[in-house]
C-alpha cells in the first residue's frame, strides 16, 4: 500500500517528502491514517473538494442507501441492474483493455471515487495509485480497503486535490479517468496538471464523459442531475471543443468512431509527448 511513497511531493512547495509525509523543505506535513494517505493544501481548492464530498455523501443519506452495498464488489457487470446502469462503462473499459496492456505499469486513477476501477486493475497486475477527494468509508475512497480484502489486491490509497496531484513529475505511465473529467470547471489547470505527472510515453485515457452539442445551452443538458447539483457536485457538459481546446496540452483526441463506440459518451485518449 505504501510502495509509492517515493512518487509523492509536497502539495505546497513540490520538493521531495519523507515516509513520515513530511517535507523536505517546507513545513508540510501530511498524514497517514488507516493506510490511507493525506496529502493537500487547506486552501480554497480544499474547500470545493470537501464541498463535493460532503455533498456525495448527502446524496446517499438522501436517498437511504448510505450503507453497506454489496455491488461495489460485483461492478460493474455482475447483475443484470448493474448491467444496464453502466453499459456504457463496460464498453469503454473493454475498449481500454484492448488499447493498454497494464501489467506493471504505474497507473493513476484519478477521480477515483469508491476506487472499484482502480481495484480492476490491480487484478491486471498494474501499480495503481487510487486519489480522490473522498474518504467516505461506504461511497469513498476508505471503500476500497474492503474491496482489496475481498480480492487479495493491493493499491495506493491517496487523498489529496486533482488540481494539485501530489506526485512527481513525468512519474505516470497511465492517467486514467471514468467518468469523472465532466465533474471540473477548470480544465485547463487539470490538463496541466496531468500533463506534468505524465511520463513522456505515457498516456492518458477519460471514458464515459458527458458531452452536448454546440447549439443546446448547458443549462438544458444538466436537469437530471439536480439532485447533485442541489448538494454542492459540480456538474458540466462542455462541448467537444472544450475538451479537445483544454486537453491540448495532452493532444487530447476522441475515439469514439476508432474504436467502434457511440457518440452517447465520449472516450478520450491523450499522450505525455
Known amino acids: 500500500m505504501l510502495n509509492n ?8 512547495c513540490r520538493c521531495d517528502i519523507d515516509t513520515y509525509l513530511r ?13 490511507v494517505l493525506y496529502l493537500h493544501k487547506e486552501d480554497y481548492s480544499w474547500e470545493a473538494c470537501k464541498k463535493e464530498s460532503l455533498g456525495w455523501v448527502n446524496i ?60 480492476k486493475l490491480a487484478q491486471k497486475k498494474a501499480n495503481v495509485i487510487s486519489l480522490d477527494c473522498n474518504d467516505d468509508i461506504f461511497i469513498g475512497l476508505k471503500r476500497s480497503k474492503k474491496l482489496m480484502e475481498y480480492f487479495n489486491t493491493k493499491y495506493t490509497l491517496l487523498i489529496a486535490d ?14 486514467l479517468m471514468v467518468d469523472s473529467l465532466h465533474h471540473f470547471t477548470n480544465l485547463n489547470l487539470l490538463f496541466k496538471e496531468i500533463k506534468r505527472v505524465l511520463k513522456k510515453d505515457g498516456t492518458f485515457y477519460a471514458l ?13 443538458t444538466i436537469t437530471k442531475d439536480l439532485l447533485e447539483i442541489k ?43
Request: net charge negative; glycine share 8%; with cysteine.
Open 23 to 35: 517535507c523536505t523543505n517546507c513545513n508540510f506535513l501530511g498524514k497517514i491514517q488507516d493506510e
Open 162 to 175: 486533482m488540481q494539485n496531484i501530489p506526485l512527481k513529475d513525468n512519474s505516470m505511465d497511465v492517467v
Open 231 to 273: 448538494h454542492g457536485i459540480n456538474e458540466r457538459r462542455p462541448k467537444l471543443w472544450e475538451y479537445l481546446s483544454f486537453g491540448k496540452p495532452v493532444h487530447l483526441e476522441q475515439l469514439n468512431k476508432f474504436l467502434g463506440l457511440s457518440s452517447e459518451s465520449l472516450f478520450f485518449r491523450g499522450k505525455g509527448a
Open 5 to 12: 511513497l517515493k512518487l509523492l511531493i509536497c502539495p505546497e
Open 60 to 119: 446517499h443519506k438522501e436517498l437511504n442507501i448510505y450503507r453497506e452495498n454489496p455491488d461495489h464488489y460485483i461492478l460493474p457487470d455482475g447483475a443484470p441492474h448493474l448491467r444496464e446502469f453502466y453499459k456504457n462503462v463496460i464498453l469503454h473499459l473493454n475498449a481500454l483493455y484492448k488499447q493498454e496492456n497494464f501489467s506493471g505499469k504505474t497507473v493513476l486513477d484519478l477521480g477515483s471515487g469508491s476506487g472499484w476501477v482502480s481495484n
Open 208 to 220: 464515459n464523459e458527458a458531452c452536448r452539442p454546440d447549439y443546446i445551452e448547458e443549462e438544458a
